[in-house]
C-alpha cells in the first residue's frame, strides 16, 4: 500500500463551481500536511499548509484534514480557468521525508 | 530572495554521457531534496541532505546516480553513465524549519532527455 493515495484524474469543471480534491494515507505519525499546485512544465509550489487536523481557509481555497479518517481535502470556491493545473497532496511527520500523492490534474473550462 | 535556483533548465543528452544537475536552495534552508517526476511514477524522492550531510539515499535508483553538497547553498546531483530510462523531470527542493512551519519549496526543474 502506498503512504499516500490520489486520485489522478482529470477533473473537468465549469468555470466558476467547486472543486474538492482529496487524499487519503496510511501512516497516522503524519501531521504536517500540504498542498501544490503544478503548472504545466513548472516545479510544483505550495499553496496550502496545514498543521494536525482541523480547516484553514485562505481566499478561495479551503483545506481539510480530517485525521481519524485519515483524509484530506482542498477546496477551491468559484474555480477560475487559472487554476487550471495539477495539484499534488504531501504530508510528512517528524522526520524529514515528505510523501507525495500522484497529483490530480484539473481543467476549469471558461 | 530568488527561490531554489537549478541548472540547467534543459538538457539532452546521449545514452552513456555524463550529466550534471545543479542546484542552489534557498538561503538559510538547512535541508535539500532531489526528485524526479515521470508521468507514470509521479514526483519520488532520490535523496535528501540535512546540514549538507546526506541522510537518506535509500531512492537513488542505482550507482549510476551520485549527489553532492559539498557546501549548505550548492548540490549537484550526477548521473554516469546516462541511460534513456533516466529521462525525466528532475527538481531540487529546500526547506525551511521555523517556528514549527515545515515547508518545501521546489525550483523549475530540469527537464533531462537521454537519448
Known amino acids: 500500500q502506498k503512504e499516500v493515495e490520489q486520485d489522478p484524474g482529470p477533473l473537468s469543471v465549469p468555470e466558476g463551481a467547486i472543486v474538492s480534491l482529496n487524499c487519503t494515507y496510511s501512516n497516522s505519525a503524519f501531521q504536517y500536511f500540504m498542498w501544490y499546485r503544478q503548472y504545466s512544465r513548472k516545479g510544483p509550489e505550495l499553496l496550502m499548509y496545514t498543521y494536525s487536523s482541523g480547516n484553514k481557509e485562505d481566499g478561495r481555497f479551503t483545506a481539510q484534514v480530517d485525521k481519524s479518517s485519515k483524509y484530506i481535502s482542498l477546496f477551491i470556491r468559484d474555480s477560475q480557468p487559472s487554476d487550471s493545473a495539477t495539484y499534488l497532496c504531501?504530508?510528512?511527520?517528524?522526520?524529514?521525508?515528505?510523501?507525495f500523492g500522484t497529483g490530480t490534474s484539473l481543467t476549469v473550462i471558461p | 530572495d530568488a527561490g531554489v535556483i537549478q541548472s540547467p533548465r534543459h538538457e539532452v543528452t546521449e545514452m552513456g554521457q555524463e550529466v550534471t544537475l545543479r542546484c542552489k536552495p534557498i538561503?538559510?534552508?538547512?535541508?535539500l531534496f532531489w526528485y524526479r517526476q515521470t508521468m507514470m511514477r509521479g514526483l519520488e524522492l532520490l535523496i535528501y541532505?540535512?546540514?549538507?550531510?546526506?541522510?537518506?539515499d535509500s531512492g537513488m535508483p542505482e550507482d549510476r546516480f551520485s549527489a553532492k553538497m559539498p557546501n549548505a547553498s550548492f548540490s549537484t546531483l550526477k548521473i554516469q553513465p546516462s541511460e534513456p530510462r533516466d529521462s525525466a523531470v528532475y527538481f531540487c527542493a529546500s526547506r525551511q524549519r521555523t517556528g514549527g512551519r515545515e515547508t518545501q519549496y521546489f525550483g523549475p526543474g530540469t527537464r533531462l532527455l537521454v537519448l
Open positions: 538561503s538559510g534552508h538547512n535541508s
Open positions: 504531501a504530508m510528512s511527520g517528524t522526520g524529514n521525508q515528505f510523501y
Open positions: 541532505f540535512n546540514n549538507n550531510v546526506p541522510i537518506d
